[in-house]
Nanobody
């Protein structure tokens, strides 16, 4: 099993920045891809970004390209999501996810509890 724990959510005004972190524990050697997803009120969960664990390959959803950056700290088994130029439409619960496959999309095996991000106009 793999455990994921998000942190770093909060409230910010439009144009501001937040940095989310996801700490992993357990069978972390089985992880090949880490991802961030979000669920806005009344909407389905959507993919935000992903990164491969062993190589710096990243994938982003179009609406966050150029504003969000996903990165990893292998030594600390932690993944970060730096979010800049935040917009009210970025308001959502953000979830960290992990899986044993290399593809950024498709099903993920493990999920965190989520952290709330609220962007006010």
């Amino acid at each position: 099993q793999v455990q994921l724990l998000e942190s770093g959510g909060g409230s910010v005004q439009a144009g501001g920045s937040l940095r989310l972190s996801c700490a992993t524990s357990g069978r972390t050697f089985s992880i090949y891809t880490m991802g961030w997803f979000r669920r806005a009120p009344g909407k389905a969960r959507e993919f935000v970004a992903a990164i491969s664990w062993s190589a710096p390959t990243t994938t982003y959803e179009d609406s966050v390209k150029g504003r969000f950056t996903i990165s990893r700290d292998n030594a600390k088994n932690t993944v970060h999501l730096q979010m800049n130029s935040l917009k009210p439409e970025d308001t959502a619960v953000y979830y960290c996810a992990a899986k044993s496959a290399y593809n950024a999309l498709g099903p993920y095996d493990y999920w965190g509890q989520g952290t709330q991000v609220t962007v006010s106009s």
